[in-house]
């Protein structure tokens, strides 16, 4: 039995690891936004990302803040919660979105 794309229905085409098919693309446009943050490291430097979601709760990007502050990216969409996080969690999301685009590329 084969998978339906989460945004189509699609059963014939192959998915990316986004659960999407190749018609309609590895990722669905972001629709919400989170900002995890987690304490300074021990320089000062701050330790926050911006967490992208799709309309189903998927998540379609992550971005390292870093000094920038918020990302352009963010206007428009719907502001969830902020919420209090460790850094290795932080950590680990930038490496598991790092790979997804990866996979997703062919690399």
């Excluded at 987690?38 to 320089?43: F, L, Q, R, V």
């Excluded at 430097?45 to 000094?67: H, K, L, M, S, T």
């Amino acid at each position: 039995m084969n998978t339906p794309c989460t945004s189509c229905g699609s059963k014939t085409v192959p998915l990316h690891v986004s659960g999407r098919c190749g018609n309609c693309g590895p990722s669905a446009p972001a629709t919400m936004y989170q900002h995890l943050r987690c304490t300074n490291d021990n320089n000062g430097n701050p330790r926050r990302v911006f967490v992208f979601y799709d309309a189903a709760g998927g998540i379609v990007a992550v971005e390292d803040e870093g000094y920038r502050g918020t990302p352009a990216a963010c206007r428009g969409l719907v502001q969830l919660p902020t919420i209090e996080t460790y850094p290795a969690e932080r950590r680990e999301l930038l490496r598991a979105h790092k790979t997804l685009k990866q996979l997703e590329a062919g690399k």
